[in-house]
Nanobody
């Protein structure tokens, strides 16, 4: 199982970015995919998750209404569209897979089996 996150960069407040997580070694139908982020000096936190079985989505309160998770099953890619970005969104963003996600625990790191390398998102004027 390999995950490759990309799409980070520097953006001004109010701007948008779309992150991609390319998955290899299994198909998206088999696993839930989560996005996490870690800001300097802070713990890694759950941002969003998509469940494989029915496409159900979950979001942290801090990003609801601004971020959207989606997937392209044919390409085996999961996206995180981030709009109305704020300086507080600055962090390294990671994607991860869960083979047996408990929906109520989607934001817990221990629910995930494999992690990709991160991609840096910086929101600054």
């Amino acid at each position: 199982v390999q995950l490759q996150a990309s799409g980070g960069g520097l953006v001004q407040p109010g701007g948008s970015l779309r992150l991609s997580c390319a998955v290899s070694g299994f198909t998206l139908d088999w696993a839930a995919i989560g996005w996490f982020r870690q800001a300097p000096g802070k713990e890694r936190e759950g941002v969003s998750c998509m469940r494989s079985s029915d496409g159900a989505t979950y979001y942290a309160d801090s990003v609801k209404g601004r971020f959207t998770i989606s997937r392209d099953v044919a390409k085996n890619i999961v996206y995180l569209q981030m709009n109305s970005l704020k300086p507080d969104d600055t962090a390294v963003y990671y994607c991860a897979t869960s083979l047996s996600l408990v929906p109520a625990l989607w934001s817990l790191l221990a629910e995930y089996n494999s992690w990709g390398q991160g991609t840096q998102v910086t929101v600054s004027s």
